[in-house]
């Protein structure tokens, strides 16, 4: 088995949730603060087989690697002709994650 | 020495605090969430020398493993006659445990 | 990689940030519980390349290492004469690491 640490951005976590749920992946949750930005995120720890790491991995990249997003900025609220509200593109989500290998792993 | 991750059941924290303080085993707590239920445990951060692995193992399982409990549903709010009221057995408790290897442990 | 365990005290964490950011250490926070004492206190999460372990356990141990420091007890509230206000040493600080092998390191 291997330790599975991912931090995640808060916005992905209800559909990444979802898909562990739907592999039986099993996982236990924690909030952590980035370093840098010091904004909250959430960090997974997933003790899992093996030969299920690298499907992990592929769900952990396809809901939450970073990714361009069409985002239409708030609406100007002096109620001008709202010429400021094109959409723009921003960058959301990404993911860090670190494998660690296990000795062991017992359930009482 | 190892590191152990332990994510257990909040109800037996204090039991299991009280165990780790007798035997000098040093722990962090972290507040966690499970995966599946998203309800609130606790996982402990426990760095031990290999030859106190199984003691603290024990130690766990004795107090937070899985395990019945005979308890009495709340009485019948509408004041009835009590007749739902047999204690019933459910299950408390769990832990999981993950043992790590650790190439090094400093103090300063 | 190495993954760094970094328990600290939390009246250094906005030092210690500086000095992560600073030296381009990446690093994620963790709100934790001394086992013992049971108040809280800080766990850094820290992936970090093996040719900068040793530099990151000199910034760890400088900033955050076990010292003392001289402080003026609070002023005695009666409005006596402020005899008992003499500065006294006390200790702070402290870090706690453990520091795991790492077998991948992923960014999606
Ligand atoms: N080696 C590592 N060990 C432990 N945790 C790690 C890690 N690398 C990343 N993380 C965690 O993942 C979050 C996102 O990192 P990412 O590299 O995508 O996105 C980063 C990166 O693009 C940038 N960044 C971080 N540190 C930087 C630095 N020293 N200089 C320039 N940009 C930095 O700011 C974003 C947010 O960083 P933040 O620290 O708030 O939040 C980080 C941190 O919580
Ligand atoms: N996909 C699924 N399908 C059916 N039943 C499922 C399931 N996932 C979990 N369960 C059941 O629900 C209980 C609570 O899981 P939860 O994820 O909330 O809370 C978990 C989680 O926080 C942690 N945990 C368990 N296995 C883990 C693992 N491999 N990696 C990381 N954390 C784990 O320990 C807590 C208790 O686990 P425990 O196995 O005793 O008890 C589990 C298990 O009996
Ligand atoms: N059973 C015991 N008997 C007598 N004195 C005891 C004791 N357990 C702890 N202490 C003392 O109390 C201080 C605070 O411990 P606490 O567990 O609250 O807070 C700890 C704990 O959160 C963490 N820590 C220390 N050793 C650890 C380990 N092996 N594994 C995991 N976390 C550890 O680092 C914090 C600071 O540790 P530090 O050693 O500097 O300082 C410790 C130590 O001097």
Request: without cysteine; charged residues 25%; aromatic residues 6%.
């Amino acid at each position: 088995m291997k330790l599975l640490i991912a931090v995640i951005q808060d916005k992905d976590t209800s559909e990444l949730q979802d898909a562990f749920i739907k592999n039986n992946i099993r996982a236990t949750k924690l909030s952590t603060t980035g370093g840098f930005l010091k904004s909250g995120n959430t960090t997974y720890m997933i003790g899992i087989d093996d030969e299920k790491v690298q499907k992990t991995l592929d769900i952990i990249k396809n809901i939450s690697r970073t990714r361009k997003k069409y985002m239409t900025p708030p609406v100007n609220l002096d109620g001008g002709a709202n010429e400021g509200s094109y959409p723009v593109k921003i960058q959301v989500g990404g993911a860090t994650v670190m494998i660690l290998p296990m000795d062991a792993f017992h359930q009482f």
